[in-house]
């Protein structure tokens, strides 16, 4: 699969203008600033592009799921999920279609390993554990496909917002000490049982005022190129994670962009951009 450090082109959804205008005109700027080349995906329902656009497995080479989560069954969501055919026509790449219901948000990859949280086995329930972890370790491309637990106070289930890789034998967490007992030892023991060390940051969604948003979730931050964006959300360990970030990314250029306004929505930087190797 493309790594991040790898991708050189970010598509951002045409209805992040349209509801943030004062976010995305301070996002594009720091984009510029970065020299990150971004444009806009046209026709979109909502600004969660990682989620409904197609996941990249090679060069020119890319896998469009099915996008029905079970948050979006209900009527008054229906019309927020967007045509990706129409949309991938601005893009006109090779294409291999899949009926596996899977979310962008819920692939946390790097070179021949991909990280998802074990929602998938619920959302796809016509395929046994086996057939499904073997056509998406196919589709993907993955030699090591490696589930998660899903976090128990988290409905939506997707991996970007609860690990990302480092290397390829390292991966950084939430530090998730305030969780449940039970979820912190599945957690850790799916990593080990990977061969994958781990490193954890700071998370603090715990005085947000709905289940829904992100504020706090440190992890969901922005990797292009050598650029990397990190989240601020006016907390305490808003420089804490900087300097984290600065430790763990020596040769990688560190900025920073308060996200509050769209991780209230319940996403952050990761979540409402597609990056892709051109």
């Known amino acids: 699969m493309i790594n991040d450090e790898n991708t050189n082109k970010l598509y951002l959804a045409d209805t992040l203008p349209e509801k943030y ?26 600004i969660w592009a990682r989620d409904y656009m197609p996941i990249q497995v090679g060069k020119n080479k890319f896998v469009k799921f099915r996008y029905t989560p079970d948050y979006l069954n209900y ?11 129409t949309i991938w026509k601005q893009i006109d790449n090779l294409l291999e279609e899949s009926d596996i219901v899977l979310d962008g948000g819920n692939v946390v990859h790097r070179n021949n390993k991909a990280i998802l949280c074990d929602k998938i086995f619920k959302e796809n329930p016509n395929y046994s554990r086996k057939e499904l972890i073997s056509n998406l370790r196919k589709l ?8 998660v637990p899903q976090q128990p106070s988290d409905f939506i289930g997707h991996a970007d917002g609860m690990v990302r890789f480092l290397n ?17 030892r599945a957690f850790k ?6 061969g994958l ?7 603090n969604p715990y005085k947000n005022d709905k289940a829904i948003q992100a504020n706090g979730i440190y992890i969901n931050y922005l990797q292009v190129g050598e650029n990397i964006i990190v989240p601020t959300f006016d907390k305490d360990e808003d420089k804490e ?5 600065y430790e ?17 929505e319940g996403g952050v930087l990761n979540c409402i951009s597609w990056n892709i190797e051109e």
Do not use: M, W
């Open 21 to 46: 205008p004062a976010f995305c005109k301070e996002f594009s700027e720091l984009l510029n600033k970065c020299g990150i080349n971004h444009e806009l995906l046209k026709g979109t329902r909502d």
């Open 189 to 194: 023991l799916a990593l080990d049982n990977a």
């Open 197 to 203: 060390d781990y490193i954890e940051i700071p998370y």
């Open 168 to 184: 390829d034998s390292t991966v950084i967490i939430n530090d998730y000490s305030k969780e449940k007992e039970h979820f912190q």
């Open 241 to 245: 994670v900087l300097s984290i970030f």
């Open 140 to 147: 993907l491309k993955v030699d090591q496909l490696i589930l």
């Open 75 to 85: 009527k008054k969501y229906q019309n927020t999920i967007s045509d990706v055919n």
């Open 248 to 264: 763990l990314f020596p040769n990688a250029s560190i900025h920073s962009i308060n996200s509050n306004e769209i991780a209230n």
